[in-house]
């Protein structure tokens, strides 16, 4: 059974920096692609970014860029993504994700295995 669980979600006031961190268990991690998104109220799962099976390659949203940063261990079979300098518009529950393969994708309907979310609000 694949389990993702995310953790370090709270609040922050703006300009200020979180770290979550997504836990696998249950599927062949070096052999995912991981993503981030995330949901505001009332607005679609978005795209946060991404990261290659071996780390090798990220990729970004627009908004974003800069200011968070993606990572994983292997060995430990997490991911991680730092927020810095953090804005009220980047509240929203995130998500990471797992999607079989080498290949980013910034589609949601790419990911096969998906967290509970975690809570992160940037109060304005």
């Known amino acids: 059974q694949v389990q993702l669980v995310e953790s370090g979600g709270g609040l922050v006031q703006a300009g200020g920096s979180l770290r979550l961190s997504c836990a696998a268990s249950?599927?062949?991690?070096?052999?995912?692609?991981m993503g981030w998104f995330r949901q505001a109220p009332g607005k679609e799962r978005e795209f946060v970014g991404t990261?290659?099976?071996?780390?090798?390659?990220?990729r970004y949203a627009d908004p974003v860029k800069g200011r968070f940063t993606i990572s994983r261990d292997n060995a430990r079979n997490t991911v991680s993504l730092q927020m810095n300098s953090l804005k009220p518009e980047d509240t929203a529950v995130y998500y990471c994700?797992?999607?079989?393969?080498?290949?980013?994708?910034?589609?949601?309907?790419?990911?096969?295995?998906w967290g509970q979310g975690t809570q992160v609000t940037v109060p304005s």
């Open positions: 249950g599927l062949t991690f070096n052999r995912y692609t």
């Open positions: 994700a797992g999607r079989s393969g080498a290949y980013v994708s910034s589609s949601t309907k790419d990911y096969d295995y």
């Open positions: 990261i290659t099976w071996s780390g090798g390659s990220t």
